[in-house]
Structure formats: structure tokens, C-alpha cells
């Protein structure tokens, strides 16, 4: 099953677009295109001599788009080579950057280990000026997956069905070379204040001796300069805040310079000003603000998989259209389900203003209870080792830190109906700590424990939550997941002959499925009236075996037009 966008994809146009839009430089070299590929046994430690064939890069080999197809077993070892280009240049290093690699990779160049990365969703990058020669060098990536155990892997499964999505494996975002100056910026925390009408920039450069100039730019004029050392603060003056009616985002160009002022490098970045809180109503309620305006999130449940790509969407362009199309069905928000996506993904929700909830990707085991005592009183953690803690915690890090940066990012949700959750208290306070800027809902529809600022309960297909309850009374009370209205649509199907299904048993007809919607709708409008802060419907596209998508998975055919949904959707604005 191919997407319009798939069907254009080809070696010369496989996400040909700059990764990192929040720290950019125009000097940079993308490695995506065709490279040599091999599956040997997983004890193999040398490249292979002779090669299978050739992979597309950045989709996985599992997928339709890499053209190859093929499923990565537990014990098998997936191999990757290509060529590239050097010419030396006096007082610059050489990044070798991955978007992701799932999971764990080793990276070689010119037969030299340059580095080693565990982890399946997020970027990483070596310094392989030591490695590299004039002329032409070779690249070679070691990648093992064993989709299992405490890996964190979302919904991916060895033996897919139901709730759970085929495999991801090997590289599936894209990957690029970046030459820097010796003395660099290596990375940018910005924080925004909209009552203040500031922007704060931290360039970490590993150079106390240099300070850092940050000019704000609006409709392309300077409106602002600052230069100090660590965290540099500009008032924005007449601040133009962030949001999903006005997604006013502010240019930035943050120069590092050194003792006598020359510019020893230049980045470009953006900002929305904007600040999260909550509140409580004239109920006493407690809910969402934005700007310190009361805000109702409304969204979709976001799986964002691809029938050719899988987790990787085929383009750049096909995520602009389908955040586009939600917002234009009267959606602020998605909730980005247990997957994190290409940078890119969330810059167009800053430009498009669509808040996101970002879900950790999960892993198991399970709190030994059983999935309907969540939310009840004295909830269980599942026993995690110490050490797939500490990864789960290094992955959680990292996700936030690589994200944190946009606007669009609203609420944190660490755990997934308690799938993997663990250690609840300690990552629900660490978080909060971490970043306080921003809500946790530290168990969508998992096991309560009181810790971050949400109190989160799924239900199916009518959206419901215990309001009664005193324990979520210093809580956001949101409805994290409902709905789920299947519909089949012949031709559009992942697989004909199997079980396609959705929540509650599937209606007769297209008019009956609309109607379903259309009720549930009118069921969350009276709990936003009893104090339900969000709700997230599922959801965005059917997905494999689940039709229970507002489209079908290769987004041709719409089951309720985006019109429409607005429409629907305005009960809960009234």
C-alpha cells in the first residue's frame, strides 16, 4: 500500500529538507539515497564482504519505501555502507549526524569505530574529523533490534495484530553531515516568557572564554539584541505571543563569538512566545491556560505510521498536509502517540499552531495489575532492573531536551495505560523538575499516582472519567482516549482478509459511523461543562488492522470530511 507521497519518493528526493530547524546552518551535506545493504548472523562484528543489495535511506528495511521489504529477526545483524566526499578544511570538524537508528548502532568510517548509540527514536551525532581523509571515505553502520524485553519500542511488535504495528528496524530518519568551526555552538535551550514579552537563549559551546549574541527577528526585522555569557535574555518589545489562532514565531540568529567580539559561529533558530499554566475556574475546576487565557485541548490521538513508510512518513510534505488537514477539522492539538517524530514534524506544528502532547515511547513489562484497576486506589509499579531504568530515563532526557524547544510541545506523558510504568514518582517529580515549564501527565490512562498536574482516564468508545473522585480534585482532569468509531474502507485496507476492527462493534453504515462521532462529541462537550480539561480522540488514521481512523491508513479516503468535523466539533466551543 503506497501514500500519493510515497508514490514520488526516489534515491534523489528521499528527505532532501535540512533535519534540525531550531539550530540551523547552510552549509551541510544529506546522506539519504541509496546505500549498500546486508543481514548477516547477529554475532557478526565485520563488515561484509560482498553486499545484498541496496536500501533506500532514511526508511527502514522493513518498509515498502526502502525498497527491500524485509523483516529483521531478533538474531540477526542489519549492515550499511555508502561512500562520501571529504575536502579538509583548516579550523572545522566534521559532524556525522543520525536523526534515528533503531536501536542499537555502531558506526564505522574508513574501517574506525567512531562511535556507539543505544536507542531507536531520537538524533545523535559523532565527530569523525579524526577518522575521515581527503577524497573519498567510506561509512559503515552495525545496527541490531530485538523489538523485546525493556527496549523501548512503542508499537512495535515481532508478531503484529490488534492495538500493535508491524517492526522498525535500521536507520529511519535522515542522515547528514555538518562541518562546524573547532570552537562551536553544540546545542540551544530557549525559554519564553509571554507576560514578560522575553525570549532566553542558552547556547552550550564548551567555551567559557566566548560569549553569544541572539538577535530577534519579526516579518524579517531586527525588533531585538542581547550578547552575554550563558543564558541571554531579550525583551521583545510589543510581544506578539504564540498560539494556535496566532502562531507568531520570532527568527533568531544567535552568533558565537569570541574575546574580541569576531563571530566564530552562526546558528538560526525560531521562537513562539508563549506560557503554559493552569487555573481554576468558577467551579473549581482546574484548567489548561495558554498565555493566561483558558484553553480547552481538543486533538486526535496521533500513531503517525505510514503503510509504505511505517514510522518514517514518506516525505516532509505528507506531515505538513496531514497536520494541515487536522487543524482545518477544528483540532488544536494531537497527541503524539507513543512515537517521536522527525524535527521537522514539529516545526510545522509551530508554523501551523497545532499543540502537541509528546508520549515517551514504551516499553514493557506491566504493573501486575490488571487493566481495570487503573485509576483505582493503591496502584502498582511494574519492577523495572536498575539498569533498563537508567535507559529509560537517558531516552526520557533526551526526547524532552531535543524537543523542548517548541512551542507547540504542551504536555509531557511519560507512561501509556501503564505499559512499562515504573517509577512513577521519581519520573513524574524528575520531569516536573526538569522541565517546568510545561504540564506532565505522567499516565495517560494508567495507574494514578499523585504526582505532575494531570489526572488522565481513557474510556471506549464514550469518553467518561471519575469526577467524583476527591484524589484528581488538585488535578487537570483530561479524557486521554475515547471513541475509537471503526469503518472499513474496501480498497484502502491494509489487509482485506484479516481482523479490521474498531472500538464497540462496527456500525452498518457510513451514515451510522458518523452519527457514533457525532454522539461521542456531544458526551465530551457536557464533561468539559463538569470540568474535563481535554479530550483526545482515537484517532488521526486507521492503522494496520485498526479502522477505527477519521481517514483511511494511505490518507485517500476521508470517513468525515474536515469541513464537517469542524462543525461537529464546534459543541464543544459553545
Not at 510515497?6 to 546552518?25: C, H, K, L, T
Not at 528495511?61 to 562520501?84: D, H, M, N, P
Request: aromatic share 10%.
Amino acid at each position: 500500500m503506497l501514500t500519493r507521497w510515497g508514490r514520488e519518493v526516489a534515491p534523489d528526493n528521499a528527505w532532501p529538507q535540512y533535519p534540525r530547524p531550531q539550530m540551523s546552518r547552510p552549509e551541510w551535506t544529506n546522506l539519504n539515497g541509496l546505500w549498500d545493504y546486508a543481514i548477516r548472523g547477529k554475532d557478526a562484528a565485520d563488515a561484509p564482504s560482498a553486499w545484498d543489495g541496496q536500501i533506500l535511506v532514511p526508511y527502514a528495511v522493513e518498509s515498502a519505501l526502502s525498497g527491500v521489504g524485509k523483516l529483521l529477526e531478533t538474531e540477526q545483524t542489519l549492515w550499511y555502507q555508502r561512500t562520501f566526499d571529504y575536502k579538509p578544511q583548516q579550523g572545522r570538524k566534521l559532524l556525522l549526524n543520525f536523526e534515528a537508528v533503531d536501536y542499537a548502532a555502531t558506526v564505522m568510517v574508513n574501517g574506525k569505530q567512531v562511535g556507539r548509540h543505544v536507542g531507536g527514536n531520537l538524533p545523535f551525532s559523532f565527530d569523525i574529523t579524526s577518522a575521515v581523509s581527503p577524497g573519498e571515505n567510506t561509512l559503515v553502520v552495525r545496527v541490531t533490534d530485538a523489538t523485546g524485553g525493556y527496549q523501548l519500542r512503542g508499537k512495535q511488535r515481532l508478531d503484529p495484530k490488534g492495538i500493535w504495528y508491524t517492526r522498525v528496524s535500521g536507520i529511519h530518519q535522515s542522515v547528514w553531515l555538518e562541518p562546524v568551526p573547532d570552537r562551536h555552538i553544540e546545542s540551544l535551550k530557549i525559554d519564553t516568557h509571554a507576560s514578560k514579552g522575553e525570549i532566553a537563549v542558552t547556547a552550550k559551546t564548551g567555551d567559557d572564554k566566548c560569549r553569544v549574541e541572539v538577535t530577534a527577528m519579526l516579518d524579517g526585522k531586527a525588533v531585538a539584541t542581547a550578547v552575554g555569557e550563558g543564558r541571554v535574555i531579550l525583551p521583545i518589545p510589543d510581544a506578539k505571543p504564540w498560539s494556535p489562532n496566532s502562531p507568531t514565531l520570532y527568527d533568531l540568529k544567535v552568533k558565537l563569538l569570541d574575546a574580541e567580539g569576531q563571530a566564530l559561529d552562526e546558528v538560526s533558530s525560531y521562537a513562539g512566545i508563549r506560557t503554559l499554566g493552569k487555573e481554576r475556574d468558577a467551579d473549581g475546576n482546574l484548567r489548561f491556560t495558554l498565555n493566561g487565557e483558558p484553553i480547552f485541548h481538543w486533538g486526535p490521538l496521533d500513531q503517525g505510521w505510514w503503510p509504505d513508510g511505517l514510522l518514517t512518513p514518506p516525505s516532509d510534505e505528507a506531515t505538513r498536509w496531514e497536520i494541515g488537514w487536522l487543524k482545518k477539522a477544528g483540532f488544536n492539538m494531537i497527541r503524539k502517540h507513543i512515537k517521536v517524530e522527525p524535527r521537522r514534524y514539529y516545526h510545522h506544528c509551530d508554523k501551523l499552531g497545532m499543540l502537541v502532547w509528546q508520549d515517551q515511547v514504551s516499553a514493557m513489562p506491566d504493573p501486575k495489575s490488571p487493566a481495570w484497576t487503573r485509576m483505582a486506589p493503591n496502584p502498582e509499579d511494574a519492577d523495572w532492573p536498575a539498569e533498563a531504568h537508567q535507559q529509560y530515563m537517558t531516552e526520557l532526557q533526551q526526547m524532552v531536551d531535543t524537543l523542548g524547544n517548541s512551542p507547540a510541545i504542551a504536555v509531557w506523558v511519560p507512561f501509556n495505560e501503564a505499559w512499562g510504568q515504573h517509577n512513577t514518582i521519581e519520573v513524574g517529580e524528575w520531569l516536573s523538575k526538569h522541565d517546568p515549564s510545561r504540564p506532565v501527565n505522567v499516565a495517560s490512562g494508567g495507574n494514578f499516582w499523585p504526582v505532575g498536574q494531570v489526572a488522565d482516564h481513557h474510556n471506549y468508545p464514550s469518553p467518561d472519567f471519575p469526577l467524583a473522585d476527591p484524589r484528581f480534585e488538585d488535578y487537570i482532569k483530561v479524557v486521554g482516549e475515547f471513541g475509537g468509531h471503526g469503518w472499513p474502507v474496501k480498497g484502502h485496507l491494509w489487509k482485506e482478509d484479516s481482523r479490521n476492527w474498531g472500538y464497540g462493534g462496527l456500525p452498518k453504515s457510513l451514515q451510522e459511523y458518523r452519527q457514533r462521532y457525532r454522539k461521542t462529541l456531544g458526551e465530551l462537550a457536557e464533561l468539559k461543562k463538569k470540568g474535563i480539561a481535554a479530550g483526545v480522540y482515537t484517532q488521526t488514521t486507521d492503522v494496520e488492522g485498526e479502522i477505527n481512523g477519521l481517514m483511511t491508513y494511505d490518507r485517500e479516503e476521508v470517513k468525515i470530511p474536515a469541513g464537517r468535523l469542524k462543525k461537529i466539533h464546534s459543541v464543544l466551543w459553545e
